[in-house]
Nanobody, 119 residues
Framework: VQLQASGGGLVQAGGSLRLSCAAS????????MGWYRRAAGKQRELVAS???????KYGDSVKGRFTISRDNAENTVYLQMNSLKPEDTAVYFC??????????????WGKGTLVTVSS
C-alpha cells in the first residue's frame, strides 16, 4: 500500500490549504486514516484522524480550524486547514491503518508534504 499526499505549499497567516492523501496498491480494508505533522525541532504530533465510519479526533491546537474527511470509495483522506497560523508550519504526513488479505494489521506512512505559513 502506498500513500501519496499532495496540497502543501506556502500560504499567508489566516489563509487556507487543503491536503489530500490517496492510498493505492493491494488494498483490502483501510481503518483509521490520519494526518500528523512535525515542525522543526519538535516531535511529531497528531493533527487529526478519522475512522472508516467517520469518527474524528483532533489535536488541541487545530480544533475548530482544521477539518478531516475521507472518501472511502477512493481510499482518500483530506485535511481542510483554515485560519492557518505560522505555528502550523510543518511537514505533514499521512497515515493509514490497513487490514491485509490475511487479516493482519499494517500501518503505512506517506512521504511528507511541507506546509509553510508566513506571518
Amino acid at each position: 500500500v502506498q500513500l501519496q499526499a499532495s496540497g502543501g505549499g506556502l500560504v499567508q497567516a489566516g489563509g487556507s490549504l487543503r491536503l489530500s492523501c490517496a492510498a493505492s496498491g493491494s488494498i483490502f480494508r483501510i481503518n483509521d486514516m490520519g494526518w500528523y505533522r512535525r515542525a522543526a525541532g519538535k516531535q511529531r504530533e497528531l493533527v487529526a484522524s478519522i475512522s472508516s465510519g467517520g469518527s474524528t479526533k483532533y489535536g488541541d491546537s487545530v480544533k475548530g480550524r482544521f477539518t478531516i474527511s475521507r472518501d472511502n470509495a477512493e481510499n482518500t483522506v483530506y485535511l481542510q486547514m483554515n485560519s492557518l497560523k505560522p505555528e502550523d508550519t510543518a511537514v505533514y504526513f499521512c497515515n493509514a491503518d490497513h487490514i491485509n488479505w490475511y487479516g493482519r494489521n499494517e500501518n503505512y506512512w506517506g512521504k511528507g508534504t511541507l506546509v509553510t505559513v508566513s506571518s
